[in-house]
């Protein structure tokens, strides 16, 4: 998944009017003319946003996939990340300069045959069980430096399952790789294989 640098900078800048403008209503959105960015319009897509206070987790919400065009999905999820992350209060006015945001898009996810096809720092998991879904951006292990087993046991941690039920029993899972953007330094990291 590539995604070319002045669209990198769009979708950052979307995000961060974004987060600006639950407190101001008086925000400006850029003027951008989206029909001639089409990565912005692709529909279908999978985007998470990630906020961080000093390198700490703040809030983290985001769509495997969505009928919206992506700008749409970027906007919803900043503000679901900002208000709605259940692990986190809302933000508050006085965070919004100290907070840093990354942003995630997504590839197809496809399912995962071998454990051993896990690629740490290029996929991301998803744990889709009857009863139990969960996702770990691939960015996740990285930051962790997780081995395979870690990374597995993280995510059925996450899910609410016995963090040991991959040894047991094969699980649902498919893994995603990651075009991930961040404010941070202004640097880009990118997880995928394409």
Not at 112 to 125: A, M, P, Q, R, V
Request: hydrophobic share 35%; proline share 5%.
């Amino acid at each position: 998944m590539n995604i070319k640098k002045e669209v990198q900078g769009l979708i950052l800048l979307i995000a961060r009017e974004t987060l600006n403008s639950l407190f101001d209503e008086d925000t400006h959105f850029t003027n951008i003319d989206y029909k001639i960015y089409p990565q912005l319009t692709r529909r279908n897509a999978g985007a998470f946003v990630t906020l961080k206070d000093n390198g700490n987790l703040r809030g983290c919400i985001g769509y495997l996939s969505s009928p919206d065009m992506l700008v749409d999905i970027v906007r919803e999820a900043t503000k679901q990340a900002a208000t709605s992350d259940p692990r986190f209060k809302p933000v508050t006015e006085d965070e919004i300069s100290k907070i840093n945001i990354e942003v995630s898009i997504l590839s197809p996810s496809i399912p995962l045959i071998n454990y051993s096809d896990i690629k740490i720092g290029e996929h991301g998991l998803l744990l889709d069980e009857p009863n139990n879904r969960a996702v770990l951006l691939p960015q996740v292990a990285t930051e962790n430096n997780f081995s395979v087993s870690q990374f597995l046991t993280a995510i059925c941690e996450k899910a609410g399952i016995n963090p040991y039920t991959w040894e047991e029993q094969p699980l649902k899972l498919k893994v995603f790789t990651a075009a991930v953007m961040s404010e941070v330094g202004k640097r880009k990291r990118t997880y995928d294989s394409d």
